[in-house]
């Protein structure tokens, strides 16, 4: 049955959206691959990934007009993205403003390095250092 299944999209609601995709696109390297406005529901919906949604899994920002912010919960852990130097990331994000409130090292009982990256709603991003091969 599982053969015929697709992970398609994590979604996140965001308290300003222009912000949020600013994040994604400018510091994380995703595009915006579309935005729907609903009127008549008082939302917005923001795609975007690092490649078309048909072959891809993408990320689904929510915008409710009106709401600027949510308690994001204790169930939620973190997204996850793989990068090729994870310290030259960091340097990057932090120099744009980003927090990390983990920095670049290996994971507990490990090898593989990890940090962590705050979107600006707070949502956690696990950056995993994938050297090129």
């Known amino acids: 049955m599982s053969e015929n299944f697709s992970?398609?999209?994590?979604?996140?609601?965001?308290?300003?959206?222009?912000a949020s995709v600013n994040f994604y696109t400018s510091l994380l390297g995703m595009r915006e691959l579309r935005r729907?406005?609903?009127?008549?529901g008082k939302?917005?919906?923001?795609?975007?990934?690092?490649?078309?949604?048909k072959t891809h899994t993408v990320?689904?920002?929510?915008?409710n007009w009106g709401v600027s912010?949510?308690?994001l919960g204790t169930a939620f852990g973190h997204l996850a993205i793989g990068v090729p130097d994870i310290y030259a990331t960091c340097d990057k994000l932090r120099a744009a403003g980003a927090k990390i409130p983990r920095e670049p090292?290996?994971?507990?009982?490990?090898?593989?390095?990890?940090?962590?990256?705050?979107?600006?709603?707070?949502?956690k991003i696990e950056l995993i250092e994938r050297k090129p091969k």
Do not use: C, Q, W
């Open 105 to 123: 090292g290996p994971v507990k009982f490990g090898t593989t390095i990890i940090a962590f990256v705050e979107d600006p709603d707070g949502y």
């Open 69 to 71: 912010s949510y308690e």
């Open 59 to 63: 990320l689904e920002l929510t915008y």
């Open 43 to 53: 939302y917005t919906l923001a795609f975007l990934g690092y490649g078309d949604e």
């Open 36 to 40: 729907t406005e609903v009127p008549e």
């Open 7 to 18: 992970y398609l999209h994590t979604m996140l609601r965001v308290g300003n959206l222009d």
